[in-house]
């Protein structure tokens, strides 16, 4: 009996596709009958979301010598051979973790640890008995006597052992073998060898996974992506010809200027050469953030000269140099970033250029977060105003894109075979601190800018080391399992202080029936608001007061803004303030406007007072100086 694989809660945000032609050697999505024998797949026992992608370069070298390193020389190389296609499928984690799978088989997890700085590979039943097969390390020889037992679901325990190999530490991956060499059980070491050898009574090992004793089928090798390609050109075809028509369809339905939206990476690719051949050209928009991979701009230049394609581009220059002095390093759940870099130039160079809605072709896929499952293949973009977002690969998973660009004869991005598993920016904090690593390595200058500004907040936040050694900077809430690992370290971290000392807050004390004051975490220039406050027809009287004909009258005290008579509600005059004092020149807020009113001028944001109407539509902007 094998235990049940669990899968901790992972989603399911979509249709797990993956399938194997054992015939072959080769995957085969969707469960169409395999293209080159016809044979009928079985399914491939994936973690949800089950969006498995090729690894091949510097990826598959790094993993082969995590395996070396635990279970021997060679080994690696044994397990995932030249000739096999190797996949890879990214499970939900804190940090980057891999289901490895060969031959239609998940064989382990490969799995980073923040506070080692090291990977890890933890065989899977299958893995460990193909680590047998292989004579690799890390092998218990058990009593035959102990086998139902195991097998029932106890723990293995010391007197069950009649051998193990010497290499076995404390935590390590090991797996059970009987005497004919069958491999019925994987788990976790509680011992050494040494403390295995020398008591006599106690748990050895910590079972995960078992089942009854057999040895592993290796199958043929000699296959390659493009016979993975000959194997579901049925399926290519079909999710092609599916997307296409979306496409065509869509671009009927609004009868608007079109762009492809081309960050890079492998799924905007897709989209590109769908585009291309749905409506004839794709003009490319790329929106250069000032932050993006040097390799990533070249590669975008390469396509725009290749297929000859009309080239939209933002520039967001030193932007979000500037705006990290004032909000701190952008986290996971404090992506200032975006707005600044990205979302605020496309809305300014769409608005310019069109001067109309513009349906924006998108890379997007279900498969990459569960927000991005539950939106709709077309949208309206919160943040772009001017952006109808369509999502033409919406269901496909990344296998499906890489075998796909594969077939048209396209080029990814050279970064993949570098080993970076997704193209973004370079220093986005929804990388893993592994990929961090890994910059340090191919990109030291980058990697060194970077953390220069991170050591810098860490002073003025007064935070410990370890707030950049385990990556914790990328979280303003950082996870409980991260808080947990600090406090048995005796490491305390004041969350509080970053976000008091990054950005713009306000709060408000009620003064009086009439009377409010607005309490800054900055002081508050009046030469800087006053335009702002023109919004609310205010005129300045003095240095530092303002008042209208309605009564309303605003006194500035350094980091305090008094307000008396308020004829609008008082949040709209503190978020308005805010606004002003973080601008970032983004221009975010200025498509919020319906009459116009709105330019960014000296990159600030700039109230055309003559136009403005006081409709406080622009309070609905997404600013990121709102972000918590």
Known sequence: MKKKKMFSGAPFLGKIKLHWCDVCNLPILDNFKCDICGNEPRKVDLTPPGDPFPIQGEFLKKVRNVIDELYGTNIGLKLLPDDKIILANKSPSQEGMYEIIVDGYVIG???????????????????????????????????????????????????????????????????????????????RARLSYDEIREFSRGVAVKIREYASP???????????????????????????????????????????????????????????????????????????????????????????????????????????????????????????????????????????????????????RRYESFKRSKESKISQNIWVREQISVSPIKDWTALDVFLYSMREGAELNPLYSQGFPRIGCWLCPASSLEEFEFLRITHPALYEKWFSILKHWKDVLNYPDEWIEFGIWRW???????????????ISLDEAQRIELTGIHFSIVNQGETTYEIHYNRK???????????????????????????????????????????????????????????CQGCGVCVSSCPFNALEIVN??????????????????????????
């Open 109 to 187: 997890k490969l799995k980073y640890n923040i506070y080692t700085k090291k990977n890890y590979f933890s065989p899977t039943l299958e893995g460990a008995r193909r680590l047998s097969f292989f004579k690799a390390k890390k092998w218990i020889l058990c009593a035959d006597d102990v086998i139902p037992y195991i097998l029932n679901g106890a723990s293995l325990l010391i007197p069950g052992i009649l051998d193990l190999d010497p290499s076995i530490k404390k935590d390590d991956d090991v797996y059970l073998i009987n005497n004919n060499g069958g491999c019925f059980a994987v788990g």
């Open 214 to 364: 057999k040895k592993c089928k290796i199958l043929a090798g000699g296959r390659t992506l493009s016979d993975a390609i000959q194997a579901n050109l049925h399926y290519i075809e079909d999710i092609e010809n599916k997307a296409i028509n979306f496409i065509q369809k869509t671009k009927n339905k609004f009868n608007l200027p079109h762009v492809v939206a081309f960050s890079g990476g492998k799924d905007s690719l897709a989209t590109f050469l769908l585009v291309r051949k749905a409506l004839g050209r794709a003009p490319i928009l790329f929106l250069n953030t000032g932050i993006e991979f040097p390799e990533t701009l070249e590669y975008v230049k390469q396509i725009h000269e290749k297929y000859n394609e009309d080239l939209i581009m933002t520039d967001a220059n030193k932007s979000f140099w500037n705006a990290v002095k004032l909000f701190g390093p952008p986290a996971r759940d404090y992506r200032w970033c975006c707005k600044v870099v990205k979302f605020g130039p496309a809305s300014l160079k769409l608005r310019a250029l069109f001067n109309t809605k513009v349906l924006t072709f998108v890379g997007q």
């Open 476 to 490: 303003r809430h950082a996870p409980g399992s991260v808080l947990a690992e600090l406090k048995k370290r005796n």
């Open 524 to 582: 508050v220039d009046p030469y800087i608001i006053n335009n702002i406050l023109s919004i609310f027809n205010l005129e300045q009287k003095s240095q530092n007061t303002f008042s209208n004909n309605s009564g309303m009258t605003i006194e500035i005290f350094d980091n305090i803004v008094k307000v008396s008579f308020p004829n609008v509600d008082i949040k709209y005059i503190a978020r308005a303030i805010q606004r002003k004092l973080g």
């Open 603 to 628: 990159n600030k944001i700039h109230v055309k007072s003559e136009l403005c109407t006081g409709c406080l539509e622009c309070d609905n902007s997404p600013c990121p100086t709102y972000l918590k």
